[in-house]
């Protein structure tokens, strides 16, 4: 493996002109190819200066440039091919962009926040890449997160592989696509970058990341960052990985490095990881100052390099073209920047009655009657658990669709398949994958590295593809590591894009205390922290029918849903069902009136159900009629139930197993009292867990969590308001 190159140098020759990088010898691009690069990098510059220049002149917003990348991303852009391979590219990645198709006039929409900008239509900064026919998909923000995204869209290109059935479900699958994603040497840092390599070497995968090192992460320099200063001497030893190192600022050498990494991942040898050292003649952003942290000598340094400037000076230097033909390119180029820019400036930013579309899908409604079949339902076999339930549903929605996808920790029967035959399998911490890998192979249920951000990050990339992941965050209480992905990545794809792009991902959860040594780490019910997210659905079955008809509904969806399944009722007697037949199902928003009461009403889900289902009957031989209401689905919630419930019997408690303040009750009771006011005879109050954590001890577990004995004291205190 070489992970050294020699400086390119344009060789006259009067046959076959060659360039020497390193050990190899390759053909001299053409002239046309040399000038078509030169014109990329300088029409990025251009770009780049008019943007600084609006800024100034309040005309756009923000600005970010890509100036010092120019060259190995022009170079980049060469050797992948536009609406073919993937792109997962960062804010710095103008000149790529420019080069796989995207134009002037669609970079300045951005810029000026435009409905007709294919990036976001006007809902993200400018640079914030995405276009859907040049297979860019959107990016945001927050740095790193397209990693894991990239190695899910590249899993996607290996899992075809192995299951054929699914090349012509996935989008645009071809055999040697290559995935694309680049980062700057900041990047380097966050756990996702080692989480990608991880999964992209230990899978082969075909992903090629591009690191681009200008030597600074704002105003922190490489040195800070990374030990030894140099991230790629850290990652030698990931097998499979080609590694090269390169100028960044040399287009033809990074012409060569970009075109052997490119097809190491082509022939499916492995992921490949080039390191181009950059420069960053401008601050970080136009809401930064370099001076304040570079000295002038570092910066006059860099501006030695500037790989426009270099590379115009050796064309006409080697005689590819001279002044005046260089000055034409360039005087070309600036009408098109000053019209695209004209053009843009006179476009219309989005009407402001869009600002809600596209938070959730407009083509499927998960709330509407097509996924209701709940009256209809013909129960048959033996009663089953939840765990059975939902296993069920998995195993003939699995059947049914061959694009689902089920992983996560511990989620396969067994990883190594030759013992298969010999041991009982897992199938889950609480089995409810159980046997699913030894029906539908290791190619579709198969176990995750322990890395929540890693499991989430992958099934974005998978689904924005075309496949539908089925996830498994082993315990609701380690899912923070993945928040990143929920909270910025698969919640806001959608909306971020203006529709352009989606990833309908289902992340089961097991959540819930009352199990007897849970304790603080396995026990949380953290749900407010989710239903507060736009573009997540939020779903709580409370018991195994209902577990069975809304799964299905969520597979069958085209949002983003994070299931959760409370450990408590897995395997409780009470809420078992027999089976409901292989379509049923019950649409999101729609709460079940579990008991009916005239005196005053219980809202509530999850294990609270029970618990008030049995303070009612008690509270009965006191003379109380309670009616309860189990909302199921936590996002979106059934109103129309609510209001007629508290219409009905003018008393309301909210029930949960979440603390109290701030929590989900908070929202279901502030809107009863602003909007249902006058139909109450006495304030709503709550029932939930004190404001602590859930601790080992079952004692004071107890004295934590709502038990039917607080709940029968909130209805005697409600009645004799």
């Known amino acids: 493996m070489s992970t050294d190159t020699k400086v390119l140098k344009l060789v006259r020759k009067t046959e076959s002109p060659v360039v020497e990088a390193g050990e190899h010898e390759v053909d001299l691009p053409d002239h046309k190819l040399l000038l078509q690069m030169y014109r990329t990098m300088y029409l990025s510059r251009r770009i780049d200066d008019k943007e600084i220049q609006l800024k100034g002149q309040n005309r756009i917003f923000f600005q970010i440039s890509g100036a010092g990348h120019e060259a190995v991303l022009t170079a980049a852009g060469v050797v992948l091919k536009p609406g073919y391979d993937w792109f997962y590219p960062y804010y710095r990645d103008r000149a790529l962009c420019l080069q796989l198709g995207m134009t002037p006039l669609e970079m300045f929409l951005s810029a000026v926040g435009a409905e007709a900008d294919p990036n976001s239509h006007g809902r993200q900064m400018p640079s914030h890449w995405g276009h859907k026919k040049l297979h860019i998909v959107s990016q945001s923000s927050p740095t790193g997160t397209q990693l894991l995204q990239a190695v899910g869209s590249a899993e996607t290109t290996y899992r075809c592989t192995l299951v054929e059935e699914l090349k012509k479900r996935v989008s645009s699958f071809r055999e040697d696509e290559v995935t694309y994603v680049s980062l700057g040497d900041g990047t380097t840092s966050e756990g996702e970058f080692w989480e990608a390599l991880n999964t992209a070497s230990n899978l082969k995968l075909p992903v090629e990341f591009l690191v681009e090192d200008n030597g600074y992460a704002i105003s922190v320099p490489v040195e800070v960052q990374t030990a030894g200063g140099s991230v790629s001497k850290l990652v030698e030893n990931f097998p499979s990985l080609y590694l090269q190192r390169c100028d960044g600022t040399d287009p033809i050498e990074s012409l060569e490095v970009m075109r052997r990494a490119v097809e190491y991942c082509r022939e499916r040898r492995g992921p490949a990881m080039v390191h181009a050292k950059v420069i960053r003649p401008y601050s970080h952003s136009l809401s930064d100052d370099e001076k304040l942290y570079r000295p002038n000598e570092e910066r006059a340094t860099d501006a030695e390099r500037d790989p426009v400037k270099r590379f115009g000076a050796l064309l006409i230097e080697e005689g590819v073209i001279d002044q005046d033909g260089l000055q034409k390119i360039k005087d070309e180029v600036d009408r098109e920047v000053n019209e695209a820019t004209d053009t843009a400036l006179a476009s219309p930013q989005p009407a402001q009655e869009t600002a809600t579309h596209y938070v959730y899908s407009p083509d499927v409604d998960p709330t509407s009657k097509i996924f209701d079949t709940e009256d209809q339902v013909e129960l048959s076999g033996n009663a089953g658990t939840m765990v059975d339930l939902i296993n069920r549903c998995l195993e003939t929605e699995m059947t049914r669709d061959p694009r689902i996808i089920v992983f996560g920790e511990d989620v396969a029967d067994c990883s190594r398949e030759q013992y298969l035959g010999s041991v009982k399998g897992k199938g889950g911490v609480f089995k409810v994958t159980a046997n699913l890998q030894r029906k539908f192979g290791g190619a579709r249920v198969f176990n995750s590295p322990l890395a929540e951000a890693n499991i989430v990050g992958r099934a974005i990339g998978m689904a924005t593809r075309g496949l539908k992941p089925v996830v498994e965050i082993q315990f609701f209480d380690y899912i923070w590591p993945a928040m990143h992905q929920i909270r910025n990545e698969l919640a806001l794809i959608r909306w971020r894009s203006g529709n352009e792009w989606k990833a309908p991902v289902v992340i089961r959860v097991p959540v819930g205390g009352y199990l007897k040594g849970g304790a603080v780490y396995h026990s949380q019910s953290g749900v407010a922290t989710f239903t507060q997210i736009p ?187």
């Open 535 to 721: 573009g997540l659905r939020v779903v709580y079955p409370s018991n195994a029918l209902d577990a069975n008809g809304l799964l299905r509904t969520c597979i069958r969806a085209d949002d983003p849903v994070l299931f959760l399944e409370h450990k408590h009722l897995y395997r409780q007697a009470y809420n078992k069902s027999q089976y409901p037949g292989n379509d049923f199902m019950i649409p999101l928003g729609k709460a079940k009136k579990v008991r009916e009461g005239t005196d005053l009403s219980i809202i509530t889900y999850g294990a609270l159900v029970q618990r008030s289902l049995v303070a009612a009957k008690q509270m009965e031989q006191e003379g109380v009629s309670v009616e309860i209401i189990d909302l199921r689905s936590l996002s979106p919630y059934d109103w129309d139930a609510i209001m007629e419930t508290v219409k009905k019997t003018g008393r309301v408690i909210v029930a949960h197993e979440d603390a109290q303040s701030f929590g989900y009750g908070a929202e279901i009771a502030a809107r009863i009292s602003e909007e249902l006011f006058e139909y109450l005879d006495a304030p709503v109050k709550r029932v939930c867990a004190l404001d602590t954590f859930v601790a080992y001890a079952p004692q004071l577990e107890d004295a934590i969590l709502p038990q039917v004995a607080d709940v029968a004291k909130a209805i005697l205190d409600l009645r004799s308001y």
